[in-house]
């Protein structure tokens, strides 16, 4: 089991140019979850989904888009990279079958926009 | 008004020592659960131990106990016998159940634990 993985882990973007970040999990999670974490700050919600198809936003969706084609796979796309978006993106994955089901995270994608 | 709030941005233990950090939460939710993940240097989001609100007694994972007390809307991690690997970002979350269909957690800004030789 990998678990959930993020690629790229590292990307420097200049302004303006797009980049799409893959989050993929081999858990057949329903629920799936794009964070940001900025320096010295908790995770924010950026969007999020509770099934393949769908797609909602979370706290801060402005400049991101993001689909879920297939269950395994949640895509996190930045259509015109700004700086404000340098940022460690999370994702993170869950059953929720129960109370206690916690979120699994992946190891994080380092983005740079110059 | 912040939904969960960790006063302590930094704190030191001497190693062998027991810690507590601190988190208060904000909800009018009855129904909510309280997680703690570490995040270490490296950068990975660890779970550590939840809490609900129904739950009679707090929870405990090995050296980490939840000290929940839910009049005062506090769930503070206590790390007894801390060691070196302690050191680390630790985050408090909530998920609440009203109006939450995606089950989304709210982060606290996180305090972060040096363990001292």
């Known amino acids: 089991n990998a678990g959930v993985t993020q690629t790229p882990k590292f990307r420097v973007l200049k302004t303006g140019q797009s980049m799409t970040l893959l989050c993929a999990q081999d858990m057949n999670h329903e629920y799936m979850y794009w964070y940001r974490q900025d320096p010295g700050m908790g995770l924010r919600l950026i969007h999020y989904s509770v099934g393949e198809g769908t797609t909602a936003k979370g706290e801060v969706p402005d400049g991101y888009n993001v689909s879920r084609l297939k269950k395994q796979n949640f895509l996190l796309g930045l259509e015109s990279a700004a700086p404000s978006q340098t940022s460690v993106y999370f994702c993170a994955s869950t059953f929720v079958l129960a109370d206690a089901d916690e979120q699994f995270f992946g190891p994080g994608t380092r983005l740079t926009v110059l | 008004a912040q939904k969960i709030t960790q006063t302590q941005p930094g704190m030191f233990v001497q190693e062998k020592e027991a810690v507590t950090l601190d988190c208060t939460y904000d909800?009018?939710?009855?129904?909510?659960?309280l997680f703690w993940y570490k995040q270490p240097s490296s950068g990975e989001m660890i779970f550590l131990i939840y809490q609900g609100s129904y739950d009679q007694q707090n929870a405990t994972e090995g050296r980490y106990s939840l000290n929940f007390q839910k009049a005062r809307k506090s769930a503070n991690l206590v790390i007894s016998a801390s060691q070196l690997g302690d050191s680390a970002m630790y985050f408090c979350a909530m998920r609440e159940a009203l109006y939450n269909a995606g089950n989304m957690l709210t982060f606290g800004g996180g305090t972060r634990l040096m363990v001292k030789p």
């Open positions: 909800t009018s939710d009855p129904s909510y659960g």
